[in-house]
């Protein structure tokens, strides 16, 4: 059974940086994509990172592009989410998500052109004051 801690939530002002870290356990497959979701108060869940294993190509959702860095350390079986120029706008809850044996692009599950992935770990509030 997959399953996914993820932690480093936290409250921070406008212009800061968190990092969220998510570790893995119960992989069954070296191939796999893993990746970050979030969900605010009265919106839908939002597909905003992920990474393949295959070849470590990366999806960023246009509203996180640019300030958002998705990054993996295989030997601690855990991905991270370095967040930087926060946004009261980013106020949500952060979940890790995973998906084994995924297409060549994890981007097409993140962005929902395909199923969400079948692992999901607890969610972690991160909350952007003005």
């Known amino acids: 059974e997959v399953q996914l801690q993820a932690s480093g939530g936290g409250l921070v002002q406008a212009g800061g940086s968190l990092k969220l870290s998510c570790t893995a356990s119960g992989f069954t497959s070296d191939s796999y994509a893993i990746g970050w979701f979030r969900q605010a108060p009265g919106k839908e869940r939002e597909g905003i990172s992920c990474?393949?294993?295959?070849?470590?190509?990366?999806y960023y959702a246009d509203s996180v592009k640019g300030r958002f860095t998705i990054s993996e350390d295989n030997a601690k079986n855990t991905v991270y989410l370095q967040m930087n120029s926060l946004k009261p706008e980013d106020t949500a809850v952060y979940y890790c998500?995973?998906?084994?044996?995924?297409?060549?692009?994890?981007?097409?599950?993140?962005?929902?052109?395909?199923?969400?992935?079948?692992?999901w770990g607890k969610g972690t509030q991160v909350t952007v004051s003005s």
């Open positions: 990474i393949s294993s295959n070849d470590g190509s990366t």
């Open positions: 998500a995973a998906e084994l044996q995924p297409p060549p692009y994890c981007g097409t599950i993140w962005y929902g052109r395909l199923p969400p992935p079948k692992s």
